[in-house]
Antibody
Framework: QVQLVESGGGVVQPGGSLRLSCAAS????????MHWVRQAPGKGLEWVTF????????YYADSVKGRFTIYRDNSKNTLYLQMNSLRADDTAVYYC????????????????WGQGTLVTVSS | EIVLTQSPATLSLSPGERATLSCRAS??????LAWYQQKPGQAPRLLIY???NRATGIPARFSGSGSGTDFTLTISSLEPEDFAVYYC?????????FGGGTKVEIK
């Protein structure tokens, strides 16, 4: 079955950096587009970033553009999110999600989600 | 950016009742709208995609309708496990966006 396991969350000071990982299994990772979505404590869902199956066509929310970078290692079935210049409003649970689309031309719905990893930005 | 407005914010109903949730888009998204369910402490789960298609394993009591700017998620008869928060999401244009959510609570 599809499994997505996020790791790398923790407490970081404002201005600091953190790298999140998402280990994927149970499907052909190299054929699926992937997303990161976050949820601040007690708030709704916010889409963060997207990568196509081959690591191209990257898209970002304006709130993280220039600070966050999504990338993937298809040989390791792992998705990453490099977060720099972190701010207090980046505090959230970060979910990786598998897109339903397989080598498609447009993102599909977010079919499967990991359990998330909590990032807290605080001094 | 496409803004999705969900209403009501909270829906108080009893088990067995019908739930009708609304999602309105600030501009047309065609049929590229999905619905997700989230329970406390859990990740979201895809319920409906492309406005009206049930995702794998989703019970038939969940149905979606609409196109363009107005969409509805209907739960025909609430089961105890259906009390949760529901989000709509569009994939018509970048950036992808979610609605603010509707909480379905036990009356």
């Amino acid at each position: 079955q599809v499994q997505l396991v996020e790791s790398g969350g923790g407490v970081v000071q404002p201005g600091g950096s953190l790298r999140l990982s998402c280990a994927a299994s149970g499907f052909t990772f190299s054929s699926n587009d992937m997303h990161w979505v976050r949820q601040a404590p007690g708030k709704g869902l916010e889409w963060v970033t997207f990568t196509r199956y081959d690591g191209t066509n990257l898209y970002y929310a304006d709130s993280v553009k220039g600070r966050f970078t999504i990338y993937r290692d298809n040989s390791k079935n792992t998705l990453y999110l490099q977060m720099n210049s972190l701010r207090a409003d980046d505090t959230a649970v970060y979910y990786c999600a598998k897109d339903q689309s397989i080598r498609g031309s447009w993102p599909g719905p977010l079919e499967y989600w990991g359990q998330g990893t909590l990032v807290t930005v605080s001094s | 950016e496409i803004v999705l407005t969900q209403s009501p914010a909270t829906l108080s109903l009893s088990p067995g009742e019908r739930a009708t949730l609304s999602c309105r888009a600030s501009q047309s998204v065609g049929s590229l709208l999905a619905w997700y369910q989230q329970k406390p402490g859990q990740a979201p789960r895809l319920l409906i995609y492309d406005a009206s298609n049930r995702a794998t394993g989703i019970p038939a009591r969940f149905s979606g309708s609409g196109s363009g700017t107005d969409f509805t998620l209907t739960i025909s008869s609430l089961e105890p496990e259906d009390f949760a928060v529901y989000y709509c999401q569009q994939r018509s244009r970048w950036p992808l966006t979610f609605g603010g959510g509707t909480k379905v609570e036990i009356k």
